[in-house]
Nanobody
Framework: QVQLVESGGGLVQPGGSLRLSCEAS????????MVWYRQAPGKQRELVAT???????NYADSVKGRFTISRDNAKNTVFLQMNSLKPEDTAVYYC???????WGQGTQVTVSS
């Protein structure tokens, strides 16, 4: 069972940046693709970014060119660098493995002036 702890969220002005981290427990981290999802108020959870165990990445069209997913297998951690943030990026951000497992508590990102 992989347990996940997200951190790094906060309040940022439009155009600003944040770096989210997700630390995973367990020794099997390196075999999994990892993903970041987000859920805005009143909306369904949506896939934002994916990174395979080999380091290949994929992004939702809404964040392409602004967000970067990366992983540090030695630290069992996956990151989401978010630049040029927009108010519509406001959401709770969650990481998970693929196939999806249990969800962590998420980290709130609020983009507002």
């Amino acid at each position: 069972q992989v347990q996940l702890v997200e951190s790094g969220g906060g309040l940022v002005q439009p155009g600003g940046s944040l770096r989210l981290s997700c630390e995973a427990s367990g020794s099997m981290f390196t075999i999994y693709a990892m993903v970041w999802y987000r859920q805005a108020p009143g909306k369904q959870r949506e896939l934002v970014a994916t990174i395979t165990n080999g380091g290949s990445t994929n992004y939702a069209d809404s964040v392409k060119g602004r967000f970067t997913i990366s992983r540090d297998n030695a630290k069992n951690t996956v990151f989401l660098q978010m630049n040029s943030l927009k108010p519509e990026d406001t959401a709770v951000y969650y990481c998970n493995k693929m196939p999806l497992g249990s969800w962590g508590q998420g980290t709130q990102v609020t983009v507002s002036s």
